[in-house]
């Protein structure tokens, strides 16, 4: 068993990165709150080491690779998406009224969450009208065409 399932995960770690020239620091002064715990260590490490022997950053590039493909074909086809980007799995879908003047679509952000909760599809808005979607990285492609064709159905009826 690991460590944090032996301890109930949820272990919070605390780190500090940055270029040498900007890690000259007086002691002290890099101090964090959860930094250095040796049992939040050792499971971060089980973690890094469980996503190098399953390959999931492969796995997360050509499943982004694939949801940003996806949506660039619903984005020909349904008018109120302004835009969509993302890098890996963290993908944002910008709903605009119109696209000439981006002006935010809130109101369809709204809905579009709400239907998509119904229907089963966990997705979550960010600023004023871009929906995000931050699937795990385990998730299979299977399950992504799942949660892909909720949305474009809820896209295409809220749009109208």
Known sequence: MSIAKAIGGGLPLGILLGRSELMELDAGSHASTFGGNPVSCEAALIVIDEIEKRRLLEKVTLNGEYVLKRLKEFQEK???IG???????????????????????TKMLEE???????????????????IRI???LIIEREELDIGL???EAV???TEK
């Not at 835009?83 to 679509?105: C, H, N, T, W």
């Not at 579009?112 to 871009?130: D, E, N, P, T």
């Open 78 to 80: 349904i008018e109120k």
């Open 83 to 105: 835009d969509v980007r993302g890098r890996g799995l963290m993908i944002g879908i910008e709903l605009v009224k119109d696209r000439k003047s981006k002006e935010p679509a």
């Open 112 to 130: 579009v969450l709400v239907r998509c909760w119904k229907r089963g599809l966990a997705i979550i808005g960010a600023g004023k009208s871009v």
């Open 134 to 136: 931050c699937p795990p």
């Open 149 to 151: 064709d909720i949305l």
């Open 155 to 157: 896209l295409k009826e």
